[in-house]
């Protein structure tokens, strides 16, 4: 054999090795997570979707990879963002609002997107909770009942409640949903809503002299990354409007808020993990059902109760599932 001849065979030997390791070498699928919120206020959710992960065998960085986004409560963001992870080619987009989950839907019909919103259906996200179709699915984390209930526990805390403001972002399109399901149970209860109008955080001591002004007697500001980026912020001004308030999410009793009701958040993102987990494994997401909360938490900050001259009534008190001293 002659020695050029040898040479080739020797280096064409050596790189077999090589080529099979690189054909049967497994490909890292990464992830993509839009947050509409900021990172400072509900950084423990993704925590939990990062827990969920862990819990299912996931290793960040070594059989997962996560491309992060947040839109900072900056609602004209989110496109950007989305665009920016489509580009990237994600093997599953998480769109952890259903502004994001609107967004990703326009943006692609080919990527899984695995969705957390308000009224999917409503919205238009998905055909159906039991048979979604398209490329999405999720979880919602309202029904048709909660804002009527969030209504009904602020009125029985508020002695002769008559007048609610809502603090609410036109650019918001599930608002317009909760809106007219907070309007019906309040027109049920004698109360008249009070519309705040809020684009970003620049409006919201306008919106807090305007419910002075109009003499509201408490506020329910509605679920949205705005509002939940800038959860400390609110809360502050309604301390210092001495508006008694119902939240949404427990993140804001935490923060001094005085009550809040409606889903764990936290519960509802560890369980987003195991949509990207089927998904990965090869489900489609129009064969996998929308899934909604069991669960509802009524969370009572008594400090505030009590800075606010409020005695929470013992129904209510017996009904909490967590008590703030």
Same mark, same amino acid.
């Given at each position: 054999?002659?020695? +050029?001849?040898?040479?080739?065979?020797?280096?064409?030997?050596?790189?077999?090795?090589?080529?099979?390791?690189?054909? &049967?070498?497994?490909?890292?699928? +990464?992830?993509?997570?839009?947050?509409?919120?900021?990172? &400072? =206020?509900?950084? *423990?959710?993704?925590?939990?979707?990062? @827990?969920?992960?862990?819990?299912?065998? !996931?290793?960040?960085?070594?059989? $997962?990879?996560?491309?992060?986004?947040?839109?900072?409560?900056?609602?004209?963001? $989110?496109?950007?963002?989305?665009?920016?992870?489509?580009?990237?080619?994600?093997?599953?987009?998480?769109?952890?609002?259903?502004?994001?989950?609107?967004?990703?839907?326009?943006?692609?019909?080919?990527?899984? $997107?695995?969705?957390? #919103?308000?009224?999917?259906?409503?919205?238009?996200?998905?055909?159906?909770? #039991?048979?979604?179709?398209?490329?999405?699915?999720?979880? %919602? !984390?309202?029904?048709? @009942?909660?804002?009527?209930?969030?209504?009904?526990?602020?009125?029985?805390?508020?002695?002769?409640?008559? +007048?609610?403001?809502?603090?609410?972002?036109?650019?918001?399109? $599930? *608002?317009?949903?909760?809106?007219?399901? &907070?309007?019906?149970?309040?027109?049920?209860?004698?109360?008249?809503?009070?519309?705040?109008?809020?684009?970003?955080?620049?409006?919201?001591?306008?919106?807090?002299?305007?419910?002075?002004?109009?003499?509201?007697?408490?506020?329910?500001?509605?679920?949205?990354?705005? &509002?939940?980026? !800038?959860? %400390?912020?609110?809360?502050?001004?309604?301390?210092?409007?001495?508006?008694? #308030?119902?939240?949404?999410?427990?993140?804001?009793?935490?923060?001094?808020?005085?009550?809040?009701?409606?889903?764990?958040?936290?519960?509802?993102?560890?369980?987003?993990?195991?949509?990207?987990?089927?998904?990965?494994?090869?489900?489609? /997401?129009?064969?996998? /059902?929308? =899934?909604?909360?069991?669960?509802?938490?009524?969370?009572?900050?008594?400090?505030?109760?009590?800075?606010?001259?409020?005695?929470?009534? @013992?129904?209510?008190?017996?009904?909490?599932? =967590?008590?703030?001293?």
């Amino acid at each position: 054999m002659r020695r +050029r001849d040898f040479v080739t065979l020797f280096c064409s030997a050596a790189a077999w090795p090589l080529a099979a390791a690189a054909q &049967t070498s497994p490909k890292i699928p +990464r992830v993509g997570f839009i947050g509409g919120a900021r990172p &400072t =206020e509900t950084a *423990h959710v993704f925590e939990a979707f990062r @827990q969920g992960l862990r819990e299912l065998g !996931y290793v960040e960085g070594q059989t $997962i990879m996560l491309e992060v986004r947040w839109a900072e409560g900056r609602l004209e963001r $989110i496109p950007e963002l989305v665009a920016e992870l489509v580009r990237l080619k994600v093997d599953v987009l998480v769109a952890a609002n259903s502004t994001v989950a609107l967004a990703a839907k326009n943006a692609t019909r080919t990527i899984p $997107i695995v969705i957390f #919103a308000g009224d999917p259906v409503g919205l238009g996200l998905v055909v159906s909770l #039991a048979r979604p179709g398209g490329n999405l699915t999720g979880l %919602s !984390y309202f029904n048709a @009942q909660l804002n009527g209930k969030r209504v009904e526990l602020i009125k029985e805390l508020v002695p002769g409640l008559a +007048r609610l403001a809502v603090l609410r972002n036109p650019m918001v399109a $599930i *608002h317009a949903i909760f809106w007219q399901e &907070t309007e019906v149970a309040a027109r049920k209860l004698g109360v008249v809503l009070q519309s705040l109008e809020v684009r970003g955080p620049e409006d919201f001591e306008a919106a807090f002299a305007t419910a002075a002004r109009d003499n509201a007697q408490a506020l329910l500001p509605l679920d949205d990354p705005l &509002t939940l980026g !800038y959860g %400390s912020r609110i809360v502050a001004l309604a301390a210092s409007s001495r508006l008694p #308030a119902i939240y949404g999410f427990r993140e804001f009793p935490d923060a001094g808020g005085l009550m809040s009701y409606g889903p764990s958040f936290v519960t509802l993102f560890r369980r987003a993990a195991t949509f990207v987990d089927k998904i990965l494994k090869g489900a489609k /997401p129009a064969d996998l /059902p929308v =899934e909604q909360p069991t669960k509802f938490e009524l969370i009572i900050n008594l400090k505030t109760a009590r800075a606010l001259g409020l005695t929470i009534p @013992q129904s209510l008190l017996a009904s909490a599932d =967590e008590v703030i001293e």
